[in-house]
């Protein structure tokens, strides 16, 4: 496949148009990325998804359901199936939240792809968080479908105070937030001089 060409007017000398071919790989780095550059985020979204899905089996197979597997002072591994959202949200509602939480995912994960596909090429931070909020709802959303809850195993606790139980998916979505809170904070703070 040849190289992407877009071919914009410009004006002569004498005042005449004239047609200026412009190589996309010699783009500005604010121009948006050719699908190759979006392509690159999307990897890491799978990678998230592959890490999430690969340690949710892992946990199914080595850790007891009636017995917690302690790491660490402060770090247990627990079996846990949460039908909600984070922090348990819904998770007593009967049963509709599958369908809702699917299709949040759905519809979140289609805006996040459409919006890494615009990103301009040197907004790297922002691509990175939402590269890892849309495998972080992917990887959870493939429970739900599978399962109708979410496979939950690190329990991280301090002084006998137990916050709830997680897993990667949820943590790529936790850093995610925190990149897009640094980026709305700082809106400079990925350009590149």
Same mark, same amino acid.
């Given at each position: ?10 004006? $002569?000398?004498?005042?005449?148009? !004239?047609? #200026?071919?412009? @190589?996309?790989?010699? /783009? +500005?780095?604010?121009?948006? *990325? ?6 690159k985020?999307?990897?890491?979204s799978?990678?998230?998804v592959?890490? $999430?899905?690969?340690?949710?089996? !892992?946990? #199914?197979?080595? @850790?007891?359901?009636? /017995? +917690?597997?302690?790491?660490? *002072? ?10 909600g ?14 369908? #809702? ?5 759905? /519809? ?20 990175c ?65």
């Amino acid at each position: 496949m040849g190289e992407e060409k877009s071919v914009q007017p410009s004006i $002569d000398k004498d005042g005449s148009t !004239a047609e #200026l071919s412009d @190589i996309r790989a010699d /783009a +500005p780095p604010d121009a948006p *990325p050719t699908s190759r550059g979006a392509l690159k985020w999307l990897w890491c979204s799978l990678a998230v998804v592959i890490a $999430d899905q690969l340690t949710k089996i !892992a946990a #199914l197979l080595w @850790i007891d359901p009636l /017995a +917690p597997k302690a790491l660490a *002072p402060m770090l247990n591994l627990v079996l846990a199936y949460n039908p909600g959202a984070a922090f348990s949200i819904l998770s007593t509602a009967g049963g509709w939240q599958r369908g #809702l939480f699917i299709g949040l995912a759905l /519809a979140v994960s289609a805006l996040v792809v459409r919006w890494l596909y615009t990103m301009p090429r040197n907004q790297r931070l922002m691509s990175c968080a939402l590269s890892l909020l849309l495998g972080g709802a992917i990887g959870n959303m493939i429970d739900r479908i599978h399962l109708g809850a979410v496979i939950d195993f690190i329990d991280v606790h301090v002084a006998g105070r137990h916050w709830p139980a997680f897993n990667v998916a949820d943590s790529a979505i936790c850093i995610g937030v925190v990149l897009l809170m640094i980026c709305t904070l700082r809106p400079n703070s990925d350009s590149e001089d």
